[in-house]
Structures are given as structure tokens and as C-alpha cells.
């Protein structure tokens, strides 16, 4: 099982930045994706950013994030990134840290809650 700490979180101003990481306890080279999702209350589980390898690299996004959201790692640091700018109050939502290895092993963070609220 991979161990996922996530961090970053919190109450940012309509407009405004946050980045949020996600410390892999395994090395990037073993995970096929890396994404984030976020879950607002009373709302289903949403997909805001993803990398996926194979033989080549794709990223996507939701529509909603797209042009204000960026996704990146760093595999020296084995860390998943999202930078987030342009916030707004529709992005708050408790943000997941989501895993999957080529061996088809499924990780989740404990989630960092984002509030965008004046």
C-alpha cells in the first residue's frame, strides 16, 4: 500500500493561489497515474487533474480547472503537485491525493481541505 501525505490546504480569497503536494512513499517511477480529485459537500467525487504513463505522458483536466489548474511532480522528491490559481468559491472542496502503480495498486490521501471564501 502506498502512503500518501498531502498538504497545502486552506482559506484562500477569491483570486487567489494555493499549492497543494502529495509525498509518495514509493517512487514515481512505479505509478501509472497521479491525479487529484476534490469532493464538495453534497456532491460526488470529481476528477481536477491527472497524469497518466505508458508509453507516452498525457495530462488532463476538468473543464472547470482548465487554464487556472496545473499538475506536476517532482520525482526526486517523489511529490505530486497542484498548483491552483484563480481560485474561486465553486473550488472549495476537500482535495485528494489519488495513486494508481502499474502493479494496479489504488492509493488515496487523507484529503486537504481548500475554502475560497471572502
Known amino acids: 500500500q502506498v502512503q500518501l501525505v498531502e498538504s497545502g490546504g486552506g482559506l484562500v480569497q477569491p483570486g487567489g493561489s494555493l499549492r497543494l503536494s502529495c509525498a509518495a512513499s514509493?517512487?514515481?517511477?512505479?505509478?501509472?497515474?497521479m491525479g487529484w480529485y476534490r469532493q464538495a459537500p453534497g456532491k460526488q467525487r470529481e476528477l481536477v487533474a491527472a497524469?497518466?504513463?505508458?508509453?507516452?505522458?498525457?495530462?488532463r483536466y476538468s473543464d472547470s480547472v482548465k487554464g487556472r489548474f496545473t499538475i506536476s511532480t517532482d520525482n526526486a522528491k517523489n511529490t505530486v503537485y497542484l498548483q491552483m490559481n484563480s481560485l474561486k468559491p465553486e473550488d472549495t472542496a476537500v482535495y485528494y491525493c489519488n495513486v494508481k502503480l502499474f502493479s494496479n495498486s489504488d492509493s488515496w490521501g487523507q484529503g486537504t481541505q481548500v475554502t475560497v471564501s471572502s
Open positions: 514509493v517512487s514515481m517511477f512505479s505509478m501509472y497515474t
Open positions: 497524469i497518466t504513463r505508458g508509453g507516452t505522458t498525457s495530462i
